[in-house]
T-cell receptor, first 116, second 114 residues
Framework: DTGVSQDPRHKITKRGQNVTFRCDPI?????LYWYRQTLGQGPEFLTY????????KSRLLSDRFSAERPKGSFSTLEIQRTEQGDSAMYLC??????????????FGPGTRLTVL | KQEVTQIPAALSVPEGENLVLNCSFT??????LQWFRQDPGKGLTSLLL?????REQTSGRLNASLDKSSGRSTLYIAASQPGDSATYLC?????????????FGKGTKLSVKP
């Protein structure tokens, strides 16, 4: 399978704990995106990388959230001191990013976070 | 600021019917628009991408149109099947000619009854 992969698929944690999610993009895709989706809503943008550089962060990404893409390949999203409001599906996507008009984003299966 | 709206929020049709899902966006300075399918509890599957220079894009029983001047896109599904039941999402770039992240609508939940 050469699609976008995410790990873990499900995470249950207690309020106040830290969690980390991993995303492996499609090989040779230089752009990687993180989105968050709550029930009944469309995905909301969190942040994206071009290679290892983090180019944009949403206002949704509070100080408790941090994302890295150290070698321009896989990425991690860490949430510190989790709150119940962080419960959501966290989606990762990747794209080539070379031609804006044809830049299709391909999504992974998501990590569902439940904060008790 | 780009805003994407999808109507209706939910749609139920009998098997075999042709149907149209609607998407509207506020900033027409976009490079493309994408349609996705999402099954319950799953990630998103890309269905079609329409470039800003195109008016239509087809894949099998799916046809997507784009009218930038009116800020609208439609997804036409021909001869619907129960397996088409899912939530369909449209997404556009932020507008203003920028690339990068996608702005999503809330989706249309489609139910095709046998």
């Amino acid at each position: 399978d050469t699609g976008v992969s995410q790990d873990p698929r499900h995470k249950i944690t207690k309020r106040g704990q830290n969690v980390t999610f991993r995303c492996d993009p499609i090989s040779e895709h230089n752009r990687l995106y993180w989105y968050r989706q709550t029930l009944g809503q469309g995905p909301e943008f969190l942040t994206y990388f071009q290679n290892e550089a983090q180019l944009e962060k949403s206002r949704l990404l509070s100080d408790r959230f941090s994302a890295e893409r150290p070698k321009g390949s896989f990425s991690t999203l860490e949430i510190q001191r989790t709150e119940q409001g962080d419960s959501a599906m966290y989606l990762c996507a990747s794209s080539f990013g070379h031609d804006p008009s044809t830049d299709t984003q391909y999504f992974g299966p998501g990590t569902r976070l439940t904060v008790l | 600021k780009q805003e994407v709206t999808q109507i209706p929020a939910a749609l139920s049709v009998p098997e075999g019917e042709n149907l149209v899902l609607n998407c509207s966006f506020t900033d027409s300075a976009i490079y493309n628009l994408q349609w996705f399918r999402q099954d319950p509890g799953k990630g998103l599957t890309s269905l079609l991408l329409i470039q800003s220079s195109q008016r239509e894009q087809t894949s099998g029983r799916l046809n997507a149109s784009l009218d930038k001047s009116s800020g609208r896109s439609t997804l036409y599904i021909a001869a619907s099947q129960p397996g088409d039941s899912a939530t369909y999402l449209c997404a556009a770039p932020p507008g203003g000619g920028s690339q990068g992240n996608l702005i999503f609508g809330k989706g249309t939940k489609l139910s095709v009854k046998p």
